[in-house]
C-alpha cells in the first residue's frame, strides 16, 4: 500500500499528538507595498530608500492584500472592489524582475456552478478577492474570493495560467503552514486574554489540520499551555510570533518549548495603527517589517525587533494601502 505524504502527516499528528508550528514569509533585503495612488514601491530595508516605483496600475481596484512567490519574481494583488467605478481585475500577477513592473497576466477565479440557479450569488461578485497567499512550492494560489458558493468560499488556482483547479471549504492565511504537496494546512494560535464586547475572554492555545483538496478539517486540539510551536517535518530556529488583529497585540515565543518571550502592545510602541500582516526579516530572527498609518499625511516601514520590543528602524512611505512584501521569501 502506498501513502501519500499528507496521509503520513495527519496520522503523526493524530497518534502522537505532536507539537504544533506556524509557518510566516518573509526575507532581508528588498520589500514592496503598493501606495494609495496605486504605484508599487521597491524599498532597500537596510538604508531605507526607496528604489524603484511603478507607473500607476490601471486595472487594480481595493487593494486586500498582496503575496509574493518563493522565488521573489512575482507579486501578486488581490483586489476587492472598483475604484471609482472602474473595471479592474481580482487578481493581478506582476513581473519583479523587470524594470517598469510589468503586468505578466490578470485572472478572474472563474466559479464552477450556475449562477442562474444560485440565488445567493450575483455576478458581478465574480470581480472581487479578498485574499491571496502563495503555496510552499509557488505553484498554486488560494484565493479567497466571492465567485465560489459560500459553502466553498476559497479557490485554489493554478499560479501560472489563473486555471481555477477546485474550490474548498478551508480557509488559507497568510501565515499558516501548508505541507510540502500543498495539502494539508495547519492553523494554530497561543493562548491569550482578549476583550469582546466589554468581556474578558480566555483563549486557550490550539491547532486544527485540513485536508485544503477534500475541504474537510481532520483534527482540532487545545492546549493550556503549548508544548512548542515546531513542525513535525523540520525544526525551526525562528521564533512564533502571533498577532491578535483586534488589540493589535503580538505574542512572541520559542519555538521548541512554547515559552513566552515577549507581549507588545504595536499600537503604545509605535504610536501608529499598525496593519495586521508582518514580514520576517530572517537573516536575524528577531527582525518583523510592517506597514504603519501615523498621520493622515504619512505612513511608515517600521522594523521590530520582537524580542527587545524596540523600534529598529522607520522608513517614511507613500501613503500605503497594502501590507508589505520582502523578496526571496523563505518558509519559517
Known amino acids: 500500500m502506498k501513502f501519500r505524504f499528507s496521509d503520513i502527516f495527519v496520522f503523526f499528528l493524530l497518534v502522537a499528538f505532536l507539537p504544533f508550528a506556524n509557518v510566516v514569509i518573509a526575507t532581508q533585503g528588498t520589500g514592496y507595498i503598493i501606495g494609495e495612488d496605486r504605484r508599487i514601491s521597491e524599498i532597500d530595508l537596510k538604508s531605507g530608500a526607496i528604489t524603484r516605483q511603478s507607473k500607476p496600475l490601471g486595472n487594480v481596484g481595493g487593494i486586500a492584500n498582496i503575496a509574493i512567490n518563493p522565488d521573489g519574481n512575482k507579486l501578486y494583488i488581490a483586489s476587492d472592489r472598483s475604484i471609482n467605478g472602474k473595471a479592474f481585475s481580482p487578481i493581478v500577477v506582476i513581473n519583479l524582475g523587470d524594470d517598469d513592473f510589468k503586468q505578466m497576466s490578470t485572472f478572474y477565479t472563474e466559479p464552477r456552478f450556475d449562477l442562474e440557479n444560485d440565488p445567493l450569488l450575483k455576478e458581478p461578485l465574480q470581480n472581487m478577492a479578498f485574499r491571496v497567499a502563495v503555496s510552499p512550492d509557488g505553484t498554486e494560489l488560494f484565493v479567497l474570493d466571492a465567485a465560489g458558493p459560500t459553502s466553498k468560499p476559497t479557490a485554489v488556482v493554478d499560479a501560472k495560467t489563473g486555471h481555477l483547479k477546485y474550490r474548498t471549504r478551508i480557509g488559507v492565511g497568510l501565515d499558516d503552514l501548508v505541507s ?9 494560535w497561543p493562548e491569550a486574554q482578549l476583550q469582546r464586547n466589554n468581556k474578558v475572554i480566555d483563549v486557550k492555545a490550539g491547532i486544527t489540520v485540513s485536508n485544503i483538496r477534500l475541504s474537510k478539517r481532520l483534527y482540532k486540539k487545545e492546549f493550556e499551555n503549548a508544548p512548542n510551536f515546531q513542525p513535525p517535518w523540520t525544526k525551526l530556529d525562528s521564533y512564533f510570533i502571533y498577532l491578535w488583529n ?11 518549548t512554547g515559552e513566552k518571550v515577549n507581549e507588545i502592545a504595536l499600537k503604545e510602541l509605535l504610536n501608529c495603527g499598525p496593519d495586521s500582516r508582518f514580514a520576517r526579516l530572517p537573516e536575524n530572527n528577531t527582525l518583523i517589517a510592517l506597514t504603519a498609518r501615523c498621520t493622515n499625511e504619512q505612513d511608515i516601514v517600521v522594523i521590530i525587533d520582537v524580542v527587545k520590543a524596540s523600534v529598529v528602524k522607520r522608513i517614511n512611505v507613500p501613503k500605503v494601502v497594502s501590507n508589505i512584501v520582502i523578496k526571496n521569501s523563505k518558509s519559517h
Not at 183 to 188: G, P, T, Y
Open 246 to 256: 483586534a488589540k493589535k497585540q503580538l505574542f512572541v515565543y520559542q519555538r521548541s
Open 180 to 188: 510540502p504537496d500543498n495539502q494539508i494546512l495547519v492553523e494554530m
